[in-house]
């Protein structure tokens, strides 16, 4: 159980372009979902929580006009990147947790949309 | 301020035994997570401690010492397929899980 899905696995763009990611929880309900970014041999970098029915919540220096994040309903998350640049390809990982799980908020990751934008 | 230390890299004989060290400095406790990540791949869950001791599953086993800010993954029976990065992330206050760079295991045979 608990599997979490991304689509697009890897998605390459032009300049200028938008790009939406998919992240679905598959056999569960998520209460939150996240959204990650991580370069080449760095750590993972959140970018947002998002919880389902509310505006997500951007951590500092990620900018929430360029990365737009859909939480429509407890099983699927959007992440738009828009007017993607060259800087904007990175791997993209969601993750899903629920919250009535007792002590364990264990966050279930989605497989990662790698994002090149030439 | 929120960080976590692990070695950078480590390289182990196939079939030895190899200990990941971490310690983490954060804004309240709610646990801490060991997850693997192979490369070009997301995370995935071995372990999860919330109390002082040793968890033990499988080949793998994860202990936490709350006071001193430390923990460790410890994996028996090395295979060459454990060659990844593992990443320590305690859970702060606020259920935030907080990230390191991982530390990248190397198994020779």
């Known amino acids: 159980g608990a599997v979490v899905s991304q689509h697009p696995s890897r998605v390459i763009c032009k300049s200028g372009t938008s790009v939406k990611i998919e992240c679905r929880s598959l056999d569960f309900q998520a209460t939150t979902m996240f959204w990650y970014r991580q370069f080449p041999k760095q750590s993972l970098m959140l970018m947002a929580t998002?919880?389902?029915?509310?505006?997500?919540?951007?951590e500092q220096g990620v900018e929430k006009d360029k990365f737009l994040i859909n939480h429509a309903s407890l099983t699927l998350s959007t992440l738009t990147v828009t007017s993607a640049h060259p800087e904007d390809s990175s791997f993209y990982i969601c993750s899903a947790s629920v919250a009535d799980r007792g002590f364990s908020y264990e966050q279930y990751f989605g497989p990662g949309t790698r994002l090149t934008v030439t | 301020g929120q960080n976590i230390d692990q070695p950078t890299e480590m390289t182990a004989t196939e079939g030895a035994i190899v200990q990941i060290n971490c310690t983490y400095q954060?804004?309240?406790?709610?646990?801490l997570f060991w997850y693997q990540q192979h490369a070009g791949e997301a995370p995935t869950f071995l372990s999860y401690?919330?109390l002082d001791g040793l968890e033990e599953k499988g080949r793998f086993s994860s202990f936490l010492s709350r006071s001193k800010g430390y923990s460790y993954l410890l994996l028996k029976e090395l295979q060459m397929k454990d060659s990844a990065s593992y990443l320590c992330?305690?859970?702060?206050?606020?259920?935030?899980?907080?990230w390191g760079a991982g530390t990248k295991l190397i198994i020779k045979p």
């Open positions: 954060t804004s309240g406790f709610n646990g």
């Open positions: 998002s919880n389902e029915g509310s505006k997500a919540t951007y």
């Open positions: 992330a305690p859970m702060d206050s606020n259920y935030q899980l907080i």
């Open positions: 401690n919330v």
